[in-house]
């Protein structure tokens, strides 16, 4: 008998307004939680005004945590330019593949 394997549990997060240290521990909690609750997590950024390193620091935490649970994080379809100067400014864009985990691609990368 053949393995049967779960739908996909599909759970998006929206974001808005300044995403810096001040949110840093509701941001983590809201996404350690989606990603109990789901297979595939996926964020939209687009009304994002602000960010800081924390952010970063907190996606490449939940991108591992997601890898090691066997679920997925993605990011959404549009990132607002504060996201994209940072990823750059941060030294986190041109490079390939994920410092932490080898295995993966770097999830600012997907984009």
């Known amino acids: 008998m053949g393995q049967v394997k779960k739908a996909a549990t599909v759970r998006k997060m929206t ?5 810096t ?6 941001l983590r ?5 989606e990603l109990s609750a789901g297979t595939v997590v ?3 950024f687009k009304e994002v005004t602000s960010v800081d390193l924390s952010l970063l620091q907190i996606l490449c935490a ?3 945590s997601a890898r090691q649970q066997d679920k997925i994080l993605r ?8 996201l994209l100067r940072l990823t750059d400014d941060g030294g986190f ?3 390939i593949g994920c410092a932490i985990d080898g295995r993966a691609g770097c999830l ?4």
Do not use: I, M, N, V
């Open 75 to 82: 990011l959404g379809t549009a990132l607002p330019e504060a």
């Open 62 to 64: 939940g991108h591992l």
């Open 21 to 26: 240290l001040l949110r840093a521990a509701e």
């Open 108 to 111: 600012l990368e997907q984009k």
């Open 29 to 33: 909690d809201s996404l350690l939680q």
């Open 15 to 19: 974001f808005s307004g300044d995403l």
């Open 93 to 95: 864009s041109g490079h």
């Open 42 to 44: 996926e964020l939209d």
